[in-house]
């Protein structure tokens, strides 16, 4: 798909120095700091649109709303929605109505699901989201399209690791912001960043590194995965 055909995509992961998103724990694990949360929050204020998987939806409960009220109204004074669209992507359609994805905050909300669970999505959530077939498997490439044709220029796209995976695998990122915890986890039970895949980044083709950054105990690298992402 050409570039212009779909999106700008940004991807955000926190990780600890071993690569986990998580530990194996019941409580989620807090993997970044306050400094660094805000930056998430101003990232997300830039963007028409917020995807995660099923399954985050389901694991952590995400808001995925603007945090700021200052922000919020810049959003609203520049006529936009207070927080963007919230978007997730399902195989199952096993998605709790009563989750925030659903429940926070008046953003529009996208669910793309799989063909085999359309009838069994629209019956959950049919009523709280917009449910669209996104072919079996869902196909994150032909998402991205119809995103662009409802007028998302810019999405986040925030996990988690199986989505990140998909979208990375199918050279379909332009940025990746990957901030790295100062803590191992040393679980194998736990989920991480990525898991195999054939991704478009090896050592005969390395990914630019356009900026690394300190934010207190944390540090940001922030990879151009595109000519169109930009050094600043």
């Not at 028409?48 to 389901?58: E, F, M, N, S, Y």
């Not at 004074?77 to 992507?89: H, I, M, Y």
């Not at 072919?135 to 994150?140: A, F």
């Amino acid at each position: 798909m050409s570039c212009a055909t779909r999106p700008y995509v940004l991807l955000s992961c926190a990780t600890s120095i071993d690569g986990y998103i998580d530990d194996a724990a019941d409580q989620r694990l807090l993997l970044s700091n306050a400094d660094d949360l805000d930056r998430v929050d101003a990232v997300r204020a830039s963007c028409d649109a917020i995807l995660v998987g099923a399954g985050t939806v389901r694991r952590d409960d995400p808001r995925l709303l603007v945090r700021s009220a200052h922000r919020r109204a810049e959003r609203v004074a520049g006529g936009r929605p207070a927080s963007p669209t919230k978007v997730t992507l399902t195989a199952r359609g096993d998605l709790d109505p009563t989750a925030r994805f659903f429940t926070a905050g008046e953003s529009d909300r996208l669910v793309y699901c799989a063909t085999g669970a359309l009838e069994k999505t629209r019956e959950r959530v049919g009523r709280l989201a917009t449910v669209v077939d996104a072919g079996d498997p869902v196909d994150p490439d032909w998402l991205l399209r119809d995103l662009a044709g409802r007028g998302v220029r810019r999405l986040m796209v925030e996990g988690g690791g199986t989505v990140h995976a998909q979208f990375l695998a199918a050279g379909l990122a332009d940025e990746l912001h990957l901030v790295i915890a100062p803590f191992f986890v040393g679980d194998g039970r736990a989920p991480r960043f990525v898991g195999e895949g054939d991704f478009p980044w090896h050592p005969g083709r390395r990914a630019r590194l356009a900026e690394a950054r300190q934010i207190g105990d944390v540090v940001l690298l922030r990879y151009a995965l595109s000519d169109r992402c930009a050094d600043t």
